[in-house]
């Protein structure tokens, strides 16, 4: 399914008639997220705050008079759908870069034809930790990140975590996330002179949990880091409790998505996880919230953080965009490697990229947040 956004439509019917015969043609952004599959409620918040990216570009006059037009596309939380809308995208629809997907095994599927077209991708919220690395074979890197990656977030959590519980064990989806995760947490729990008490793996997508929970209650686990996506956060939760296992349970961003908040109180009380920036941390937050629950009718609670980077990643392709011949995909990726000054959502970056490092965020200013009362709660540290 390919979606063509109707901005561009509306920047172009209000051109006058003859500066619109004449205008440009647009600035068209491939978009590869999840609208179906298991990661749909991500690609939800993801496609906001892309839309509301270029809505901005557009009511400003586009990017050098050139109208934003983003082609999205639905990658269904499958990795081959999303290594075909890579090579549709780049070869049909010859877009200037691509954003997305939402996760790590859809971005590693993605990257190999991106870099062999030399098309730069930001990538919003996949974030396995080797995903940003140089190639191998010392060719350029086109493949750039909006969100925080892995080791770092994970870092955060063992350091909160190691001095508080005497054994930790893990729980992860045996997806690349997964697995990747649970490499980066046993290397940094080792770092500490710890390991795993146990170890349980479980498909994405698995409803009943409860057998993997009996197995970590044999344990002698003070705390469980569950390394997956949120409806499975919510499945292993719920299978803890009708195993009558009673623990800690620790995690990453995917800990303040919607099904975890679906969980009755009394099972969500007490989950805690590195938790990102939030809608009041600035005065554009603020504006970026009232934008998301005006144009989409959204109430109470959504995870900020994953409209946020959607909207960051796509204003540093836009910017780059303003500054390089943004139908060359070489010059675009330059362009954002030598990005200056970058005024995001709630912090000023300054020179966030190099030829050797592509992470927009860095592993400062992260904080634990915890469930109570259906309500996300940041811990004082």
């Known amino acids: 399914m390919t979606i063509r956004f109707v901005a561009i439509l509306l920047a172009l019917a209000l051109a006058p008639g003859p500066v619109a015969a004449q205008a440009p043609g647009p600035l068209r952004l491939g978009v590869s997220i999840p ?33 934003v037009e983003l082609v999205i596309e639905d990658d269904e939380t499958d990795p081959d759908k999303a290594r075909a809308n890579a090579r549709h995208l ?8 691509v954003l997305g997907p939402a996760n790590s095994g859809n971005a590693l599927a993605m990257i190999p034809v991106l870099q062999q077209a030399k098309t730069p991708l930001m990538l919003l919220t996949a974030s396995a930790t080797p995903l940003t690395r140089p190639p191998a074979d010392g060719s350029k890197n086109y493949v750039f990140r909006a969100t925080l990656p892995d080791r ?10 190691a001095p508080r519980f005497q054994s930790i064990a893990v729980a992860a989806d045996t997806t690349p996330y997964g697995n ?25 997508g698995e409803q009943d949990l409860t057998p993997k929970a009996r197995e970590l209650a044999r344990s002698t686990a003070q705390a469980v880091a569950l390394l997956t996506l949120g409806q499975e956060v919510a ?11 009673s623990t800690r349970f620790i995690g990453q961003y995917p800990f303040f998505l919607q099904p975890v908040k679906d969980l009755p109180e009394r099972l969500s009380n007490g989950l805690t996880g590195v938790l990102g ?20 009718r959204v109430e109470g609670y959504y995870p900020f953080k994953f409209v946020e980077a959607a909207y960051e990643g796509t204003r540093l392709v836009l910017e780059a965009a303003a500054r390089a011949a943004p139908d060359d995909g070489t010059a675009l990726r330059d362009a954002l490697e030598s ?12 020179r966030p990229f ?14 634990m947040g915890v469930w109570k009362d259906g309500a996300v709660v940041r811990l004082d540290e």
């Not at 990216?53 to 109208?67: I, L, M, T, Y």
């Not at 499945?235 to 296992?245: H, L, P, T």
């Not at 190099?354 to 992260?366: M, R």
Request: hydrophobic share 40%.
């Open 35 to 67: 609208l179906t599959g298991a990661a749909a409620g991500i690609g939800q918040y993801l496609l906001w705050g892309v839309e509301i990216a270029a809505q901005e570009a557009n009511s400003a006059g586009g990017v050098n008079g050139r109208p």
């Open 90 to 97: 780049v070869e049909q629809e010859r877009v200037a870069a």
């Open 152 to 161: 770092d977030q994970l870092r955060k959590l063992v350091d909160w975590a």
């Open 180 to 204: 990747l995760c649970l490499q980066d947490i046993t290397e940094l729990m080792a770092e500490k002179g710890i390991k795993p008490v146990a170890v349980v793996r479980f498909d994405l």
């Open 235 to 245: 499945n292993f939760v719920r299978g803890a409790d009708q195993a009558g296992y």
């Open 277 to 296: 920036s939030s809608a009041d941390a600035s005065p554009k937050a603020r504006e970026i919230d009232r934008l998301v629950r005006t144009r989409y």
């Open 339 to 350: 990005t200056e000054r970058f005024e995001g959502v709630s912090r000023v970056f300054l």
């Open 354 to 367: 190099s030829p050797g490092q592509h992470e927009l965020y860095k592993a400062d200013n992260l904080s």
